[in-house]
């Protein structure tokens, strides 16, 4: 009896202690997971419900792949487009897969001119319409504004130095605030049921490039970022939007540059982005994109950001089996929330298939991998 009880005593010392270590370890890790998991801290805090759940849902999108996104996927494509025909919402991609893209890209150049339709011809007020249906489907929205020249008002690709004539000060500052005044308006007409829709805006990229007046050689890096900051507190501050997150986008990056050389800030950035095209080297691109990538990653994970690969495409799609052979293996650990192809808007400027082209049957191979996120993947899969 004596033995027994000693036993009694020593076993129950034994489970004791082994809670307590077990609870300490616990302790332990959930000190370090909440650590590593450091809330992120948005550029608007007083961004709404919806803006943040969007942050989540792009991170939560991250951990099981990468959403697919094509830029004006139900704006037009091969032989249809919306304008001319309003009863129907259509997408190549839709009738490539059997389903729609998971993010819908739109652009705004040519609001601040107060066109009734942007630099490819899409009416705004149908693009009000189509963002609010993709939105409605559960569809995320990217949107990206090719601004023309505030100082000769030719298009983007007018590299007339124009930044420092628009920042504070600058002597075309007044007409540059009324601009961002009309994407603001715009961007107010969105809306489902009185609420806000969230949108991921992605402004003046590419900067690391000559090409647009905004960039490389037409722009010193000091003055970009006080143009991004102060466009955010204008949109953020003066127009009282709270539905925006931000998103920085350099072109690939070249020996001589600097992923962070234009980068605003932490307080001035959700999202980091890269844009990198295949001009016909898939494998010189394929090593780009692996090499970017993991900088933007390394750097996003620092900065505790989300990160995407914001923009990207093979024109005319001329490369068999692009999809699974090509862009596939080049991101398929990449951790990034989402990939967007650019616009299909004829047989020789596309970067979706359509029916009959070319990578057809490899797309829709493409949209079975696991980790490929179409819009209903998104629906469902990440509920």
Same mark, same amino acid.
């Given at each position: 009896?004596? /033995?027994?009880?000693? @036993?009694?005593?020593?076993?129950?010392?034994? $489970?004791?202690?082994?809670?307590?270590?077990?609870?300490?370890?616990?302790?332990?890790?959930?000190?370090?997971?909440?650590?590593?998991?450091?809330?992120?801290?948005?550029?608007?805090?007083?961004?709404?419900?919806?803006?943040?759940?969007?942050?989540?849902?792009?991170?939560?999108?991250?951990?099981?792949? @990468?959403?697919?996104? /094509?830029?004006?996927?139900?704006?037009?494509?091969?032989?249809?487009?919306?304008?001319?025909?309003?009863?129907?919402?259509?997408?190549?991609?839709?009738?490539?897969?059997?389903?729609?893209?998971?993010? @819908?890209?739109?652009?705004?150049?040519?609001?601040?001119?107060?066109?009734? %339709?942007?630099?490819?011809?899409?009416?705004?007020?149908?693009?009000?319409?189509?963002?609010?249906?993709?939105?409605?489907?559960?569809?995320?929205?990217?949107?990206?504004?090719?601004?023309?020249?505030?100082?000769?008002?030719?298009?983007?690709?007018?590299?007339?130095?124009?930044?420092?004539?628009?920042?504070?000060?600058?002597?075309?500052?007044?007409?540059?605030?009324?601009?961002?005044?009309?994407?603001?308006?715009f961007i107010k007409t969105l809306q489902v049921n009185?609420?806000?829709?969230?949108?991921?805006?992605?402004?003046?990229?590419?900067?690391?490039?000559?090409? @647009?007046?905004?960039?490389?050689?037409?722009?010193?890096?000091?003055?970009?970022?006080?143009?991004?900051?102060?466009?955010?507190?204008?949109?953020?501050?003066? /127009?009282?939007?709270?539905?925006?997150?931000?998103?920085?986008?350099?072109?690939?990056?070249?020996?001589?540059?600097?992923?962070?050389?234009?980068?605003?800030?932490?307080?001035?950035?959700?999202?980091?982005?890269?844009?990198? %095209?295949?001009?016909?080297?898939?494998?010189?691109?394929?090593? &780009?994109?692996?090499?970017?990538?993991?900088?933007?990653?390394?750097? &996003?994970?620092?900065?505790?950001?989300?990160?995407?690969?914001?923009?990207?495409?093979?024109?005319?799609?001329?490369?068999?089996?692009?999809?699974?052979?090509?862009?596939?293996?080049?991101?398929? $650990?990449?951790?990034?929330?989402?990939?967007?192809?650019?616009?299909?808007?004829?047989?020789?400027? /596309?970067?979706?298939?359509?029916?009959?082209?070319?990578?057809?049957?490899?797309?829709?191979?493409?949209?079975?991998?696991?980790?490929?996120?179409?819009?209903?993947?998104?629906?469902?899969?990440?509920?």
């Open positions: 009896m004596k /033995h027994n009880l000693k @036993f009694y005593r020593n076993q129950k010392f034994y $489970n004791i202690f082994s809670v307590l270590i077990i609870v300490s370890f616990l302790y332990s890790c959930n000190g370090e997971k909440k650590e590593e998991l450091k809330k992120p801290v948005l550029v608007d805090k007083r961004a709404s419900k919806k803006t943040i759940a969007l942050h989540n849902r792009l991170l939560e999108i991250s951990k099981k792949g @990468f959403a697919i996104g /094509h830029q004006d996927d139900t704006s037009y494509g091969l032989g249809w487009n919306y304008k001319n025909d309003t009863t129907s919402i259509k997408s190549d991609v839709k009738k490539v897969t059997g389903d729609f893209p998971a993010v @819908f890209g739109f652009d705004l150049g040519w609001i601040e001119i107060d066109k009734p %339709y942007n630099l490819d011809t899409v009416p705004f007020k149908a693009m009000t319409k189509l963002i609010i249906d993709a939105y409605k489907k559960g569809g995320i929205i990217t949107i990206s504004w090719h601004s023309n020249n505030p100082v000769t008002e030719g298009s983007s690709w007018d590299q007339t130095k124009a930044v420092t004539n628009i920042i504070k000060g600058g002597n075309q500052r007044e007409k540059y605030e009324l601009w961002v005044s009309r994407v603001a308006n009185g609420e806000a829709i969230p949108v991921i805006f992605r402004p003046f990229h590419e900067m690391n490039g000559s090409w @647009f007046w905004w960039g490389g050689a037409n722009c010193e890096a000091e003055d970009y970022i006080t143009l991004w900051k102060e466009t955010v507190e204008l949109l953020k501050n003066k /127009h009282n939007l709270h539905n925006i997150l931000y998103a920085y986008s350099p072109n690939k990056l070249n020996p001589s540059d600097t992923y962070l050389e234009y980068y605003p800030g932490d307080d001035y950035v959700d999202i980091l982005g890269i844009d990198i %095209y295949d001009f016909n080297n898939a494998e010189e691109y394929q090593k &780009a994109v692996i090499h970017d990538l993991e900088i933007v990653k390394k750097i &996003a994970t620092e900065k505790n950001k989300l990160y995407a690969f914001s923009e990207t495409g093979l024109e005319s799609l001329k490369t068999e089996k692009w999809f699974t052979k090509v862009l596939y293996p080049a991101i398929e $650990n990449s951790g990034i929330s989402w990939v967007l192809t650019w616009r299909n808007y004829d047989t020789k400027h /596309h970067y979706m298939p359509y029916n009959g082209q070319l990578n057809e049957a490899d797309f829709i191979e493409f949209e079975k991998f696991p980790k490929t996120l179409f819009l209903k993947d998104i629906n469902s899969n990440l509920n």
